[in-house]
């Protein structure tokens, strides 16, 4: 089926190990992001990429790193965990950004625990 | 900057009843509005859309209007079902990027 496959879907790290959470879209699209959902907090933006060979920036970057390493891949690497980071990722992709009449599509996240 | 604020949760309602979920937004310009919805266990998925000032987004039975006058896009449902149990998200276009609220939980009871 097509759309938006992350992995792994569960994961415990201590504090401290790394790890990188790994994403990859078959829709052709332009843009991919990274999100986290946190109770209470609705969704942030970490990172993004509004095409092949371009990261940015998003509203909580720190501690995150990321990899644009084609159109179809867009990966999520912690370097040290924290229990701060304890949080559901999701990534999405998108043809054109907002002005998709699609919207962004999703995939089904990764719950991540840092002990 | 531009955020979205939506009205605490969760919410728990009869099945047939009246949904209403409040959505107000802070702005410069008129970005485009949306709503997701995210099922148990799953990722997000758009519901519904307005690009513009008075577009009416509809789908499966939702519907929002932008409204510029009150800076707002609340979600309603005449009818709701069991089924439309999920987290609600209302959200805007930063730069063509999504800015979400912090999701509403919505729970129907038979």
């Known amino acids: 089926n097509a759309g938006v496959t992350q992995t792994p879907k569960f994961q415990v790290l201590k504090t401290g190990q790394s790890m990188t959470l790994q994403c990859a879209q078959d829709?052709?699209?332009?843009?991919m992001y990274w999100y986290r959902q946190d109770p209470g907090m609705g969704l942030r933006l970490i990172y993004y990429?509004?095409?092949?060979?371009?990261?940015d920036k998003g509203e909580v970057p720190n501690g995150y790193n990321v990899s644009r390493l084609n159109k179809r891949e867009f990966s999520l690497r912690l370097e040290s965990a924290a229990p701060s980071q304890t949080s559901v990722y999701f990534c999405?992709?998108?043809?054109?950004?907002?002005?998709?009449?699609?919207?962004?599509?999703f995939g089904s996240g990764t719950r991540l625990t840092v002990v | 900057g531009n955020s979205v604020t939506q009205m605490e949760g969760p919410v728990t309602l009869s099945e047939e009843a009246f949904l209403t979920i409040n959505c107000t937004y802070t702005?410069?310009?008129?970005?485009?509005l949306f709503w997701y919805v995210q099922y148990p266990g799953e990722g997000l998925q758009l519901l519904l859309k307005?690009?513009?000032?008075?577009d009416k987004g509809s789908n499966k039975g939702f519907e929002a209007t932008y409204r510029k006058e009150t800076t707002s896009f609340h979600l309603e449902k005449g009818s709701v079902q069991v089924s439309d149990s999920a987290v609600y998200f209302c959200?805007?276009?930063?730069?063509?990027?999504?800015?979400f609220g912090k999701g509403t939980k919505l729970t129907v009871n038979p």
């Open positions: 959200a805007l276009d930063r730069s063509e990027k999504l800015v």
């Open positions: 829709m052709n699209h332009n843009s």
């Open positions: 990429s509004a095409s092949e060979g371009t990261t």
């Open positions: 307005a690009t513009k000032a008075d």
């Open positions: 999405a992709s998108s043809e054109v950004g907002t002005r998709s009449n699609y919207g962004y599509t």
């Open positions: 702005a410069t310009g008129y970005p485009s």
